[in-house]
């Protein structure tokens, strides 16, 4: 333990005490936090990164048992603490940034009071506490921070609860501070805020951050150090240029390589790791990696790796020590090392000149905001927002379509209304030429064997208490499975989506988050749709896990001509996958075009603000300063009178405030609604 | 792309489902050692067994009169006593417990149906139905059920119909909210915006995948319940508006007992203890199902 450590992890092991027997959920920890330093802990779920975190503070459910290991914090072992003596460290010398500010906030009581509730240990005035909120505030972005400080959690928006949970972190002036996941509740453009903030925070203040993350773009854009976690063991540790330019790991390797975001090229097959992390009740002998490791060795599987260090870091792998030693791993940057995918590459079956299957103009979707009778009394005339503004969009057949926002575009809304699950106020919804909108759910209910909808949330979007089998039949139920052996049925979608047959019998929970994705992946497909609308197909799936995810969607698309409108936020998945992107803002589509030609050169200032503000899994390449843009989405309420963009808009003129503007044309097939567009001719800018 | 290997059925699936039998092993060895659920279980089945059993456990005929033995305390001839017509009240006890069973069993299953049904209705309904609903369900539970029994009585005489009647009525609501909050709670959620864009009709919605959800709740609302009814059944025909003499019921031997109370009290006593038996073991075991199925809300003690 040299000078510059703040806090050091030695041999941490933990298991969790459950039904299933002992969780050996940690197993021999051990990294540095260097002072004045951000450490990121990366890994995929079950990895334990949260636990690790957790147990710093002493704060790990009930069922937690510490086995070995100390955590030396300032000459003291945390593990070894009276709960008095860390309560007096919780706080005041390490605090917290939670993953969701709405649930880790004290709904019922403004910020002043919750804030000066942590200073409760000082010896202060109320006024001198209040002072400090203010000014905390005030140094974490929140405009007229003396008047802001009186206000609720729910006054705020999602962005600016994530800066007062900062500033509440902040207030004692920590030593430590650890992030949970810190911007995975908020959208890319937050993001991007975010990982400015923390960093500015860390020069002023010289706290040292501890991060946890499964977002490889916001390690590498925020950290200094890296600790790789894979299934309750560090398989690497070392700085941020070593782990992402040189990771010595399979794993480290495997994990950058499956990141959307790092892929240059286009490709519709995207790497994967295949198989699932190892059961952590069974005793584990060798290298835990082992099972999925694309250069596994025989003895991998009963040898414990060594470990091998190089600068400030450590690796844990045979192949870099030891008898079984490779020089030639890991091979250059530029050599992939997971295998992309055995199948052949996807014929491309897009009928270009093919009549649109789905053809939505000028869709309107509106929602009350209060009943008629109130509306009456406030003399509201209006009483509605526009959640879906003016929406014209087509897929054709075997095409696949990108909807792509920030979280209150509308994009999920738009997705229901063409499926008839939400009433719309205005617009034509056509579907193979037949108008469809607002058809009784009897007339409507044929056309569902046509159109299916994967929903966003794997694992609840699964009714919890069917069995498998039960709910991969159903749409064959429910249409009419007349003369159709149901198992034989069960087996033949449970073949075509990769999920083993012994899965049939499960039911949801004993899912994991890909295994469900699979499930719903077969309910929709069970009727030979010709359309699916995804609604963000890869949320809560690992990195890894999305790949394979995308690349079933991908064959399944190239084997019975399926035409895909996806509705994500994610725009790394989306280049790989999307012919066609529509980018919507507030309800309406600001811009849509070819995939290639949208990312290339984005011709509305918001695309390029959420093309640039993807964080990138490279370290070296910090994104253009122009690249963040102000504040967030405005909330529907408050829509402005121009552009719709117009209040974070960095180019925003005093014709923007006019009027809204139109959507027009740069190229048949590449329209975008900007005044002012960042281009106006066709040609691909290759400098872009 | 990973297919994992065809195995039939993969071993950790085997596990899984082992697991499962572990954990329903664990919860029906922590059931079990729970001295109060375990006497709820004990006296719910005793309950079960007399009632069912009872003219094969009975003694004597309960209607059979045997006046020089009138009004005598227990003995070796009538462990409970006998009553002021010389009727054994052990027998007539246990053919009392009969009533309350038929009506305990009826009672308890229509509301549960019955509730179920409306409340599923009104909570994924449109707004105007369950505020309809809602508007039934007050109106019926602001009525006390002894005098919407005395009520109707009087204009249909005395019944055993009429006291089933009017716990099935008054008790619909408490199942009926149950049901309708819960099924709220679900109505927005993926899993049935999944189902609706899959095609399937509200009753499938309803019965298929909204009612395994809901059912655990109310299931042990029923167990709370059944010495609700029980007592209610008791008490109307405490006030000779239930079953009518001479057929027994624990209400009919209280209210004889009651008239002869300065003579002898071993009527009231003998009357009195079922009632008290059957209430404790319903809710013993109610809270103990509940317990079982919901640990969060666990005793905090």
Partial sequence: MTDDTLLNIDGLTLDFRTNRGRVKALRDISFPVRKGRILGIVGESGSGKSTVLWSILGLLAGNAEVMAGRIDFEGRDLLKLTPEALRAIRGEQISVVF?????????????????????????????????????????????????????????????????????????????????????TALDVTMEAQMIGLMRGLREDFETTIVVVSHNLGL????????????????????????????????????????????????????????????????????????????????ECSSLAPPLVPRGTGVARCHLLDGPLADPAWPPPPEVPTVARDAGEPVPPQVRRTAEPLLDVSDLNVRFRTMGPVRARIRGVSDPFVDAVLDVSLDVKPGETVALV??????????????????????????????????????????????????????????????SVRALITEPLVIHGAEGRNLDTEAERLADMVRLPRGFLAR?????????????????????????????????????????????????LQA?????????????????????????????????????????????????????????????????????????????????????????????????????????????????????????????????? | ???????????????????????????????????????????????????????????????????????????????????????????????????????????????????????????????????LLLLLFDAVRSFPAV???????????????????????????????????????????????AERSLGASTPRILFHHVMPNVIGPLLILAAMEVPVVVSIEAGLSFLGIGVLPPQASWGTILNEGYLVIRDTPWMVIAGGIPLILTTLGFTFLGEALRDLFDPRMGRGR
């Avoid at chain 1, 790092?262 to 995207?270: E, F, G, P, T, Y």
């Avoid at chain 1, 009784?440 to 009714?463: H, I, N, T, W, Y």
């Avoid at chain 1, 004993?510 to 069970?526: F, M, P, T, Y």
Wanted: glycine share 8%.
């Fill in chain 1, 405 to 466: 926002g920030e979280s209150g575009s509308g994009k999920t809304t738009l997705g229901r209304t063409i499926l008839n699950l939400q009433q719309a106020a205005g617009g034509v919804v056509r579907f193979e030429g037949k108008d469809i909108l607002g058809m009784k759910e009897s007339r409507f209910k044929p056309l569902r064997r046509d159109m299916a909808m994967m929903f966003q949330d794997p694992v609840g979007s699964l009714s919890p208490r069917k």
């Fill in chain 2, 147 to 193: 005098i919407l029994a005395l009520a109707t009585v009087a204009l249909t005489g005395p019944s055993l119909t009429v006291v089933l009647a009017i716990v099935i009525i008054t008790t619909i609501p408490s199942y009926a909210r149950v049901a309708r909050t819960a099924t709220m709670a679900l109505r927005h959620t993926e899993f049935i915006l």
């Fill in chain 2, 1 to 131: 792309m990973s297919v994992p290997p065809s195995d039939p059925v993969p071993a950790e699936a085997l596990e899984l489902r082992e697991s499962a039998s572990r954990e329903r092993r664990e919860k029906l060895s922590s059931f079990l050692s729970d001295w109060q659920a375990v006497a709820g279980l004990v006296l719910v089945v005793a309950f079960f067994a007399s009632a069912i059993f009872a003219p094969w456990l009975a003694p004597y005929d309960p209607n059979a009169m045997d006046i020089p033995a009138r009004m005598s305390g227990p003995s070796w001839d009538h462990i409970a006593g006998t009553d002021q017509l010389g009727r054994d009240t052990f027998s007539r006890i246990l053919h009392g417990g009969r009533v309350a069973l038929y009506i305990a069993a009826i009672g308890v299953s229509a509301s549960l149906v019955v509730g179920l049904v409306l409340g599923m209705i009104a909570g994924y309904g449109p707004r105007w139905l369950d505020n």
């Fill in chain 1, 559 to 688: 084997e019975h001509g399926l035409s895909y409108l996806i509705i994500t936020h994610n725009l790394p998945v989306v280049r790989h996958i999307a012919d066609r992107i529509a980018i919507m803002y507030l309800g309406r589509i600001v811009e849509e075009g070819p995939a290639a030609e949208v990312f290339a050169a984005p011709a509305h200032p918001y695309t390029r603000a959420l093309v640039d503000g993807v964080p990138q899994p490279d370290p070296d390449r910090r994104r253009p300063p122009a690249a963040a843009i102000e504040g967030e989405v405005p909330s529907l309420l408050r829509r402005p009178t121009g552009c719709d963009f117009v209040s974070r808009c960095p180019l925003a003129r005093e014709e923007c405030r006019m009027a809204k503007p139109a959507h027009r044309n740069i190229a048949p097939d590449h329209r975008h609604a900007c005044l002012f567009p960042l281009r106006k001719t066709p040609e691909l800018t290759e400098t872009a």
């Fill in chain 1, 219 to 298: 390690i590498a854009e925020m950290c200094d150090d890296v600790v790789v976690m894979y299934a309750g063991e560090v398989v690497e540790t070392g700085e941020v240029h070593d782990i992402f330019h040189n990771a010595r790991h399979p794993y480290t390797r495997a994990l950058l390589e499956c990141d959307p975001a790092r892929i240059a090229d286009v490709s519709r097959k995207l790497p994967v790791i295949p198989g699932d992390i190892p059961d952590l009740t069974r005793p584990l002998p060798g290298c835990i990696f082992a099972t999925r490791c694309q250069r596994v060795m025989p």
């Fill in chain 1, 99 to 183: 993953q969701d500010p709405m649930t880790s906030q004290i709904p019922v009581l403004p910020y002043a009071r919750q804030m000066s509730d942590i200073l409760y240990r000082r010896t202060m005035s109320d006024n001198e506490k209040r002072k400090a909120a203010v000014e905390m505030l005030r140094r974490v972005g929140i405009p007229d921070s003396d008047s802001r400080v009186d206000a609720y959690p729910h006054e705020f928006s999602g962005g600016m609860r994530q800066r007062a949970g900062i500033a509440m972190s902040m207030l004692t002036g920590p030593n430590l501070l650890l992030a949970d996941e810190p911007t």
């Fill in chain 1, 507 to 555: 039911y949801p929970h004993e899912l994991s988050g890909g295994q469900a994705r699979r499930v719903g992946v077969a309910r929709a497909l069970a009727l030979n749709p010709r359309l699916i609308v995804a609604d963000e197909p890869t949320a809560g799936l690992d990195v890894s896990v999305q790949g394979e995810i995308l690349n079933l969607m991908a064959d």
